[in-house]
């Protein structure tokens, strides 16, 4: 696939490159459809630059074709709900509005970094929505979801992946929420 937002990243196929992932995401990419996992790529990055500002500048990939993904939780009856959000690296998520209502929680908010690590498998500054673990809400912005190309975490610091919206929402999971990035 040909990419217009890789800056300087030398980009390859994601499938060619399991060493650039974290476990859970080589695993999820094992499930897709072959023809979508063709149109991943993979990037290695240095990982002291896996912060998406640093990142952005250091190789020259547009800021509003970054996207973040963040591990909310919240708690209902005693019950703690996790999900994922993933919006543009210029917005916020909208934890205690979209986020909290469709957890069906009183108040969520951001999950401890230790918690989100040990949970995902991935590392913190690299948590991707690609891998997440079974049964968990991806809630997709409408603007990531119809992105036609986003950098995003690969589970590790020292890459990143490019991936067309339209493959994210086809991930487990996957519910695109108008409005949840603000």
Excluded: H
């Excluded at 993933?86 to 509005?97: K, M, S």
Aim: charged share 20%.
């Amino acid at each position: 696939m040909t990419w217009t937002i890789n800056g300087s990243l030398d980009v390859v196929s994601a499938t060619d490159r399991p060493d650039l992932l974290a476990d859970p995401v080589v695993t999820a990419l094992e499930a897709l459809d072959p023809a979508d996992a063709a149109r991943i790529g993979v990037a290695a990055i240095d990982p002291t630059l896996a912060d998406t500002a640093e990142f952005c500048a250091a190789y020259g990939s547009p800021l509003e074709a970054s996207a973040n993904c963040v591990v909310v939780s919240g708690k209902r009856a005693g019950e703690e709900r996790f999900a994922a959000c993933l919006i543009l690296a210029t917005t916020r998520a909208d934890v205690n509005g979209a986020a909290r209502r469709r957890l069906d929680v009183r108040k969520a908010s951001f999950a401890p970094m230790d918690i989100a690590v040990e949970l995902t498998g991935m590392e913190y500054g690299g948590i991707t929505p690609v891998g997440l673990p079974d049964g968990w809400p991806l809630l997709i912005d409408q603007v990531v979801a119809t992105a036609p190309e986003l950098v995003i975490g690969s589970g590790i610091r020292g890459s990143k992946i490019l991936i067309p919206g339209d493959i994210l929402v086809k991930l487990a999971g996957a519910e695109v929420i108008e409005g949840l990035g603000r």
